[in-house]
């Protein structure tokens, strides 16, 4: 088994052409939609075989249990459940085209993607590996509510030149979420956590205090050797208000820390000055420059 322990060099991945534009949307078949039309089609032989019985008779003389069965064909009780199915449409997931990992265009109900990339590690400089995939998310309506009066006049090639509004959008009390999904089959939660103990302990060095491993302990606590993470599992590392990095595992919550210097070292991995995915930063920024011009 490989390990991601310190033999690892980081590197920068190449920048797709496109920027989020290089990732696909897909709709996946629904399970529903089959039913749905299960449903439909047996509704309509049915009715066709009550229209035939009721042509062969007189008349003038109804069945009771034909004119039942078509009330209740067509009665609310039975539309109803149609129309609800019909409209249940999932939001379309975005791609990254070299894994294939796909990732919700919306996260906890108001937190849009706004660009993905990919962590890589080099072995020895011999060997590039792809670690995980991820995806930035903002709280679209914070992010206008917070920085939209001192933003929102500048232009979009402004707004991403500005270190001010890079410096806001990481310290400010704005929902984000930073979402991994693991693509790399040998990874374990030691190697998480010991590369975590290396990068975020890094950052808490810059933005904070020079001894800050309590507040680092912590934080690599969660991530408990009884966690597994097979290839495709997904780990969390969310932004609430009042500065609070919530931690999830394959949706489990595996902690909650109040800290606004975690929560902006955290950040900066990802769209700080020395990202992981340099290419997934740009398309972050610009993301989040066109939805500011939106309402000006």
């Known amino acids: 088994m490989v390990s991601l322990r310190f033999p690892f060099l980081f590197s920068q991945p190449k920048k797709h052409p496109n920027g989020i534009s290089r ?24 009715f066709a075989g009550i229209a035939a019985t009721r042509n062969s008779k ?37 791609v990254e085209t070299k894994t294939g990992a796909a990732f919700p265009s919306v996260v906890f109900e108001s937190r849009r993607l706004l660009g993905i990339g990919l962590r890589k590690k080099s072995i020895l400089g011999l060997k590039n590996i792809d670690v995980y995939a991820f995806g930035v998310y903002a709280d679209v309506d914070e992010v206008r509510k917070i920085l939209g009066e001192k933003y929102g006049k500048l232009s979009v090639s402004e707004l991403k030149e500005s270190k001010e509004f890079k410096e806001d959008l990481m310290g400010g009390d704005i929902g984000m979420t930073v979402r991994l999904q693991i693509v790399y089959s040998k990874l374990s939660i030691r190697s998480v956590r010991s590369a975590f103990e290396e990068s975020v302990g890094s950052r808490l060095q810059i933005f ?38 919530r931690t999830t595992i394959d949706g489990k919550e595996a902690g909650s820390i109040q800290s606004k210097l975690l929560c902006r070292s955290i950040l900066d991995l990802y769209i700080g000055a020395d990202p992981f995915d340099k290419g997934a930063k740009e398309d972050v920024e610009s993301k989040l420059a066109s939805l500011l011009q939106v309402d000006h």
Do not use: M
Not at 23 to 46: I, K, M, Q, W, Y
């Open 208 to 245: 904070g205090e020079p001894n800050n491993k309590e507040l680092l302990q912590r934080f690599t606590s969660q991530f408990k050797d009884e966690y597994k993470i097979p290839r495709g599992s997904v780990i969390e590392l969310s932004r609430e208000r009042g500065h609070v990095l």
């Open 23 to 46: 990732a696909v949307t897909s709709r996946p078949f629904s399970a529903t939609t089959t039913t749905v039309a299960c449903t439909v089609a047996a509704g309509a032989a049915a």
């Open 58 to 94: 007189n008349p003038k003389q109804d069945n009771p249990f034909i004119q039942n069965a078509l009330s209740l064909l067509f009665s609310n009780h039975l539309l109803a459940p149609w129309a609800s199915l019909s409209l249940a449409d999932p939001s379309p997931s975005v």
